[in-house]
């Protein structure tokens, strides 16, 4: 699948560039064979060969912690105890980039993208579909085409994480027509009139297990299936708040760059599929210092 899946900008880089590394950290610039081997309390790099072990005492001896307010290196960071929850995570993720083998470009890469400040984007909710508490940490925004096959496959197994993890998530849903399938914006249409009879989410659901019988027709069999009064269903298609819904929706998608469905933004973070969706999140959620809570297993959904 294509990477589907960042409000608050800040100052934050990584190694290579010039004020990518710590200024507190005395090995920063002692990364080659000879580079000491960083442990840190609370981290268990027993599963690291002695290189891998050395690559990864360079990687965190040199980015720096995601909190803005501690500009020290992760090892600083977590050997300080500074106050910053996200540090011993982020040190768990170079880790593991490092045990799979990633290239020091991926791993600078994939850091980035999960930890800096600046890639965290503006996603406005808007009065969107949304299911979920509004107090829940975690917020996922998902834009997709109901005619998308990637989506249709992705649908069950997101609303399935959505319900598992019911305290910790709300789900957001954002119309984004490719304008590569034939009925794709009908459907967003037949969905959106659904919610005016209180029936969105049956119908995002009926449609995506039905992606192909969604002419006309096959729309008004399933609003038919949720007792949905068709003739008003019709009318409330044809509003022009209906066309707005889905044209602002679209709007919002160009301006974050979209390239694709389904893509989502967890806490205004692009998921790039680079972790399994139940570490995402487990990950999020550690950063602020929280704990999963129970009956989250077997939530993941394999969207990337």
Same mark, same amino acid.
């Given at each position: ?56 005492? !360079? ?43 990633? !290239? ?109 019988? #969604? ?17 008003? #269903? ?50 999020? #959620? ?19």
């Amino acid at each position: 699948l294509k990477a589907i899946s960042a409000l608050i900008i800040g100052a934050f880089a990584l190694s290579s560039a010039e004020c990518g590394k710590s200024t507190e950290d005395p090995t920063k610039d002692k990364t080659g064979p000879d580079a000491p081997i960083v442990v840190l309390e609370g981290i268990d790099t027993a599963p690291l060969t002695q290189r891998e072990k050395k690559e990864w005492s !360079s990687y965190v001896s040199e980015f720096l912690s995601p909190c803005q307010s501690v500009p020290v290196s992760l090892a600083q960071c977590v050997k300080g105890k500074r106050d910053c929850a996200a540090c011993a995570p982020a040190a768990k993720f170079v880790m593991k980039g490092v045990k799979d083998g990633m !290239s020091r470009e991926q791993v600078e890469k994939s850091y980035k993208n999960r930890f800096d400040p600046a890639q965290i984007k503006n996603v406005p909710l808007d009065g969107s579909p949304a299911k979920g508490l509004e107090s829940a940490p975690i917020t996922i925004v998902e834009f997709a085409d109901f005619q998308c096959p990637h989506c249709g496959e992705s649908a069950p197994h997101l609303e399935k994480m959505v319900d598992a993890r019911k305290n910790d998530v709300r789900f957001v849903f954002k119309f984004y027509v490719l304008g590569k399938f034939p009925n794709s914006e009908n459907a967003a249409r037949a969905a959106i009139a659904a919610g005016k009879q209180g029936k969105f989410w049956e119908m995002h659901r009926l449609i995506f297990a039905n992606q192909q019988k #969604l002419d006309q027709a096959g729309l008004d069999g399933l609003a038919k299936q949720l007792d949905l009064n068709v003739e008003r #269903l019709h009318a409330d298609m044809q509003l022009p708040e209906t066309q707005e819904r889905i044209n602002k929706d679209h709007k919002l998608g160009e301006d974050l760059k979209i390239e694709g469905t389904p893509t989502m933004y967890i806490n205004g973070r692009h998921f790039d599929g680079r972790q399994e969706m139940d570490e995402w999140l487990n990950l999020e #959620l550690s950063m602020m210092g929280k704990q999963p809570s129970p009956a989250t297993s077997g939530s993941s959904a394999p969207v990337a």
